[in-house]
């Protein structure tokens, strides 16, 4: 009877036990399922908010002057981006697209009268032509004008509006409007009177810039790109870093322009396919396929070599810069000649030391574009301190000089009296 009992109580305890053991599974089950689907929802969420990303790769010309006329383009058609309300291009969503950016819109009549009937060309890009315009409130802008047979130039529209609608920096060309009317597409830019810093390292018709000039146009430049991969939120990658894409204003500060091939720095586990200007592409870039913002560095980092040297990236630069890191004083040899005479050595080769850092093969050990502007704005700070030092002890061998001036004039006032008496 005994035995019997603890059979029972046993029994009970197992019954028990696998009840509650079952019990636990389920519960679990059910919040392992509601997890999946919340991690589902958020993923789909995600993906519909990115940015659309270019499918194909185009050489970009600046807003306001004429590319390098030798120029090529890297061309890789990749898959399709994850569908989005702005993936699609048609006049529904076009009208959405450009509404939601704040931007002003204009009307067709608009540009038209402001560029007299379009007869006030700046240049011809890749995206269509560029004119000047004055509006009716008298301001001078760019008008860049979408080709009517341009297919990439359409998502390069919709890529500007909808970054440059939220993106405002000094050092960024500033998006002031748009047009949408008569199937034409149009995007209406400050006007920056100087053109492109490649018109003003490579041709003949304008004059050579100082030392100083360079030195600030790369501190603006740093600035620029520090905004988009910091201070943008999220995170910007440009994609297309070139002279021809660097505008200057009436005081030859610099800006970045042409955003037609930027993406936001948003994973969605994809490859963005290979894009950019030969000659400024990260070469990890070209054989891993993936872009990120030391690939931004790498492009800075020729600009820069630019700066110092006047080469263009397809004029063999790289292979200058090489040779010339054999040695200490190498950079000397390939300085741009039109500096012989107002430089200090020592800063030049400063530049070209923050250039080599941001042409490491090793995409890690590049530095971020916050080390590399505070690294030329010391730079330009060390240059600005010797200056004052110069133009102090300047001033102190002046003083000297009247003060002898005076002893003089006041021994020979002595003398007259003397004579006199």
């Known amino acids: 009877m005994v035995q019997k009992a603890d059979l029972v109580i046993i029994g009970v305890c197992v019954g028990v036990a696998v009840g509650i053991f079952l019990a636990s599974l389920v519960f679990f089950g059910i919040r392992w399922y509601k997890r999946r689907a919340h991690l589902r929802k958020c993923a789909i969420d995600h993906g519909a908010s990115t940015l659309p990303i270019r499918q194909n790769g185009v050489d970009t010309s600046n807003v306001l002057s004429e590319s390098f006329p ?34 002003p819109r204009y009307s067709y009549k608009d540009i038209q009268k402001a560029t007299k009937n379009f007869t006030t060309i700046l240049g011809q890009g890749s995206f269509g032509p560029v004119y000047k315009a004055t509006m009716p409130a008298g301001e001078v802008v760019a008008v860049k004008a979408l080709a009517a047979d341009s297919k990439q130039g359409e998502t390069e529209f919709q890529t500007e509006v909808s970054l440059l609608g939220r993106l405002h920096h000094r050092n960024l060309v500033n998006l002031v409007g748009y047009c949408v009317d008569k199937g034409q597409r149009m995007l209406i830019y400050e006007y920056m009177s100087n053109g492109s810093l490649a018109s003003f390292l490579y041709s003949e018709e304008k004059r050579a810039l100082n030392w100083e000039e360079r030195l600030q146009i790369a501190l603006d430049i740093s600035h620029g790109i520090e905004y988009l991969h910091d201070g943008a939120v999220p995170p910007v990658i440009h994609r297309d870093l070139k002279s021809a894409n660097i505008l200057l204003d009436h005081l030859m500060r610099a800006k970045v322009a042409d955003f037609g091939l930027s993406k936001e720095e948003v994973f969605d586990g994809r490859n963005s396919g290979l894009k950019g200007t030969y000659g400024y592409i990260d070469p990890v870039y070209i054989s891993t396929n993936k872009f990120t913002m030391k690939s931004d560095i790498y492009s800075f980092g020729i600009i820069l070599f630019e700066l110092i040297t ?39 080769r400063s530049l070209a030391r923050i250039a080599n ?21 010391r730079l330009k700070q060390r240059r600005l301190v010797r200056e004052d030092s110069t133009m102090s002890f300047a001033s102190e061998e002046f003083s000297e000089v009247v003060g002898r001036i005076e002893l003089q004039q006041n021994q020979l006032k002595k003398m007259t009296s003397i004579a006199e008496s």
């Open 357 to 377: 850092r941001c042409l490491h093969k090793t995409p890690r050990k590049r530095p971020s574009i916050g080390e590399v502007s505070q690294a030329i704005a």
């Open 70 to 103: 030798n120029s090529v383009t890297v061309k890789v058609v990749t898959y399709p981006a994850k569908s989005s309300p702005l993936s699609k291009w048609n006049k529904n969503n076009k009208e959405q697209l450009v509404s939601a950016s704040g931007l």
């Open 310 to 348: 006047a080469i263009h990236p397809q004029q063999n630069l790289i292979e200058y810069v090489n040779l010339a890191a054999m040695s200490s004083d190498g950079i000397d040899e390939i300085l741009d000649k039109e500096l012989v005479g107002e430089y200090d050595p020592e800063d030049v």
